[in-house]
């Protein structure tokens, strides 16, 4: 079990805000740890989503954004499409590591 | 655009040696970490380590230390993952990836992407 929480699976209807969580502690999340977030799609390399908590590379579109409160953070996607069908990771530090980790991932099915 | 290029699938048996590479076709190579992933077919995504060819700082996952090894060439703008001792639980995709960020933290997000490197062993 991963030291970040995400649940395995979610989804939602073309056109619904779909959530995914990443639920951390004090040492990783709560401990001020940037969360970032990825989208990996079958055959295909991951791609960066979201990077320290809220900020959109450029590229990504605007239905993606990402939030962070206490010892948790959340990917929202507004407007799923069946595209956006897709695993997706949270990334995170934490102060026993001198580097990252990912949470366990998350598959959204777009019904 | 294409900005890390890895080498291509292995196949190996246990107890075999091996050595795949990155290669960042940009000439900040030496400013920005880059990182290795690793997933296991049908598992998640796993951090295994970075290291900053600047300097060859590197850092280990608890889970990976010892059981590879990360470096980098900086006169060929190239980052190294190794096994001297391969296992059949090897066996996976191992991704690497730049950070973001030149001169940034070792724990920042992973922002370039190479395509993959299929590892197989098998006897």
New interface residues.
């Given amino acids: 079990q991963?030291v970040l929480t995400q649940p395995p699976s979610v989804s939602g209807a073309p056109g619904q805000t779909v959530t995914i969580s990443c639920t951390g502690s004090s040492s990783n999340i709560g401990a001020g740890?940037?969360v970032?977030w990825?989208q990996?799609l079958p055959g295909a390399?991951?791609?960066?989503l979201i990077?320290?908590d809220t900020n959109r590379?450029s590229g990504v579109p605007d239905r993606f954004s990402g939030s962070k409160s206490g010892t948790s953070a959340s990917l929202a996607i507004t407007g799923v499409q069946a595209e956006d069908e897709a695993?997706y990771?949270c990334?995170?530090?934490d102060s026993s590591?001198?580097?990252?980790?990912?949470?366990?991932?998350t598959k959204l099915t777009v019904l | 655009e294409l900005y890390l290029v890895q080498s291509g699938a292995e196949v190996k048996k246990p107890g075999e040696s091996l050595k795949i590479s990155c290669k960042d076709s940009t000439y900040s190579f030496p400013n920005y970490w880059i990182g290795w992933v690793r997933q296991v077919s049908g598992k998640g995504l796993e951090w295994m380590g970075v290291i900053y060819p600047g300097d060859s700082d590197t850092r280990y996952s608890p889970s990976f230390q010892g059981q590879v090894t990360i470096s980098a060439d900086k006169s060929t703008r190239t980052a190294y993952l190794q096994w001297y001792s391969l296992k059949a639980s090897d066996s996976a995709m191992y991704y690497c990836a730049r950070l973001w960020g030149a001169g940034g933290s070792p724990k920042a997000a992973l922002e370039r992407w190479g395509q993959g490197t299929l590892v197989t062993v098998s006897s």
């Fill in positions: 991963s740890c940037d970032h990825y990996h390399a991951p791609k960066l990077y320290r590379p695993d990771y990334q995170s530090c590591l001198s580097g990252s980790l990912f949470g366990g991932g």
